[in-house]
């Protein structure tokens, strides 16, 4: 019996129907706004998705990944692809029911695995040259692929071009959302604490050594990526779901950085540090709005204020809120070494 | 011989550049001998080690292990071979914990995917089990198991090139390669290391080959000792023998003793 996968599908099981309790429970709360806290919610969640996928790459394998943008751009466009141009003509001939709207998560879910692994394909062909590159050098490359992706996407009219395509099916919600949160999350939790987590940790430590215990460490930078990559796509994929709208300019450079920014705060290696900065950020980016209105200012400080606090917590705490440990370590400490 | 050599060197030379490292390095270890090698400061010893374990090609000349042609494998293959090794700077996964050090040592035997890691599956479980277990094992002969879950670097130095020797034997090799193991160590600590240096290739059946600069060490273990000079070998032979090598006392004792 391999009741190991039965467990996991338990598992999963049981996950699946917490997240459908919570979203029936989010979609009641009567308080003015309700809606506008669902979106800062779900936005929350996607940027969970893309600051652990990443971490992985960063944080774990140690390898400065700068094009994470891109490989979501490659997800958003696979999955907004299928949903837009075959997925969705073929729902609408189907009558109203329980039947269609079974058949639509299915197909949802299969067009957001194939926007992964479109994602993880790009991750492949572009991490397999520019892996044997090292620290600055990679990431200038990986900035430079991640900008490729965009202007190509930018120069496909059948996706929309410059102009966008609009009209993605609205798809995505609380559910799927927070069900590649927890996906996203036991994956990189269960692949650090297996022999193939220790490869990748062994490579961002030292390269040298690694290769000496016979880890073949181009193989181990690849595979991050391409795990890495797969999820970003998969949060690009419920982006364009969830905003029913996607744009070349959503994943310019600025967005890696975001991404990026979320890793190191929470501190590299840290799953849920990454989680963790994911959430502090994305409530300060859309609590820094009401600044402008409460102070009555003529200009929008938001962006400056963030630059600040950003500015402040690395210098207070220059390895992250979470160093390199895990939210249950703090809470259990173990005996001996220092701290 | 019958049996194959665990290493063997023949004609080996390196240049960088104008400058020959290393030229006609010859040697043959054979399975369970502990060989020295030596030199001054500069005389290629690391080099010799570099290049045996696939960090540096040689530009001429073979080397094989475990009678296998390493000229076009690379530095992970050698170790698949069975050529495991330490460094002369102490490179231990500093923020790992020496349990997850030891078991990177043992990465070539713990056969899984991603696949099985993600899904916990019957060989992931094996093999972490079994990963698990010889760790600690390891650990605990070099009496560091009490501190299995700490991170390296917060071991004293002797400690880290402990671990490092052990997470060097968890590759099972056949041919252990210590870079200066004893740089650094008191002399307390020394004749322990000496001691178990020699256990070791006793309870594993292994060779050994032994990059030092403390005599003491050298002469105390090593059945054969090969001395290298400005990239040459200058001697070759038993411990006594070295000692009363003119050539080695004027290029390597004789100098210390000016010093």
């Known amino acids: 019996m391999r009741n190991w ?18 979203s029936y ?49 490659v997800g958003a466009y696979t999955s907004a692809y299928l949903t837009y141009f075959h997925f969705q003509p073929f729902l609408a001939t189907l009558a109203e029911g329980p039947g269609r709207f079974a058949l639509q998560q299915a197909l949802f879910l299969g067009a957001l695995l194939a926007g ?33 992706i965009r202007v190509l996407i930018l120069n496909i009219d059948k996706i929309g071009g410059a102009r966008g395509l609009s009209g993605v099916p609205a798809f995505a919600n609380f559910f799927w959302v927070y069900f590649f949160v927890c996906i996203v999350i036991i994956v990189s939790w269960r692949l650090v604490r297996s022999q193939v987590g220790r490869a990748f940790l062994a490579v961002r430590e030292d390269e040298i050594a690694a290769e000496a215990m016979g880890v073949n460490t181009t193989h181990y930078k690849v595979q991050a990526f391409v795990i890495g990559s797969f999820f970003a796509g998969i949060a690009g994929g419920l982006l364009g779901h969830y905003l029913v709208y996607l744009n070349p300019g959503m994943f310019q450079f600025t967005k890696s950085f975001e991404a990026i920014v979320m890793v190191v705060l929470g501190g590299m290696g840290s799953i849920s540090g990454s989680v963790l900065a994911a959430v502090i950020l994305t409530v300060a980016l859309e609590g820094l709005r009401f600044v402008k209105e409460a102070f009555g200012l003529t200009s929008d400080p938001r962006m400056v204020i963030y630059a600040i606090v950003l500015i402040l917590l690395m210098r207070l705490r220059p390895q992250g809120l979470l160093g390199n440990r895990e939210l249950g370590d703090f809470f259990r400490r173990r005996k001996g070494g220092d701290r | 011989m019958t049996v194959t050599a665990v290493l063997e060197a023949k004609g080996v030379s390196i240049r960088f550049g104008g400058l020959t490292a290393v030229c006609d390095f010859n040697l043959a270890i054979q399975p369970t001998e502990l060989v020295g090698l030596i030199g001054p400061n500069g005389a290629g010893k690391t080099t010799v080690f570099n290049m045996l374990t696939g960090v540096y090609k040689p530009t001429e000349g ?12 690379k ?20 923020s790992l914990s020496l349990l997850d050090n030891v078991k990177i040592g043992g990465h070539i035997h713990y056969k899984y995917s991603w696949a099985d890691s993600v899904l916990h599956s019957i060989t992931f479980r094996e093999h972490e089990r079994q990963a698990e277990k010889e760790a600690l094992e390891l650990l605990s002969m070099f009496d560091l198991d009490h501190r299995a879950h700490d991170e390296a670097k917060s071991l004293p130095y002797g400690d880290q090139r402990r671990l490092e020797i052990a997470r060097a034997l968890a590759a099972k090799p056949k041919l252990l390669l210590l870079d200066e193991p004893a740089a650094g160590l008191n002399t307390g ?11 070791i290739r006793d309870k594993f059946g292994i060779a050994v080959l032994l990059i030092e600069h403390n005599m003491e060490l050298v002469m105390g273990i090593c ?26 006392i004027e290029a390597y004792l004789g100098e210390a003793v000016e010093v």
Do not use: C
Not at chain 2, 75 to 94: E, H, S
């Open chain 1, 5 to 22: 996968l039965v467990r996991d599908l338990a598992g999963i099981a049981v996950i699946s129907a917490v997240l459908v309790g919570i």
């Open chain 2, 223 to 248: 059945e054969r000792i090969l001395v290298l000079n400005y990239g040459k070998t200058i001697a070759h032979g038993r411990p006594e023998e070295i000692q009363r090598n003119p050539v080695v």
């Open chain 2, 62 to 73: 073979e080397i094989r292990v475990s009678g296998v042609n390493t000229r076009t494998l």
């Open chain 1, 116 to 148: 992964g692994a479109a994602a993880g394909i790009a991750g492949w062909v572009v991490g397999l040259p520019s892996l044997r590159l090292r620290g600055d050098y990679l990431a200038i490359v990986t900035l430079g692929f991640g900008e490729i």
């Open chain 2, 189 to 199: 600590e020394t004749t322990e290391l000496m001691q178990q240096i020699r256990a």
């Open chain 2, 75 to 94: 530095a992970f293959d050698i170790t698949k071979l069975g050529a495991a090794r330490t460094f002369q700077n102490i490179r231990v996964f500093k």
């Open chain 1, 25 to 73: 429970f989010l979609g009641w709360i009567p308080i003015p706004g309700m809606a506008y806290y669902n979106r800062v919610i779900v936005t929350i969640g996607i940027n969970i998705i893309l600051a652990v996928s990443l971490n992985i790459i960063n944080g774990h394998a140690g390898q400065f990944s700068m094009g994470h943008a891109g490989f979501m751009a």
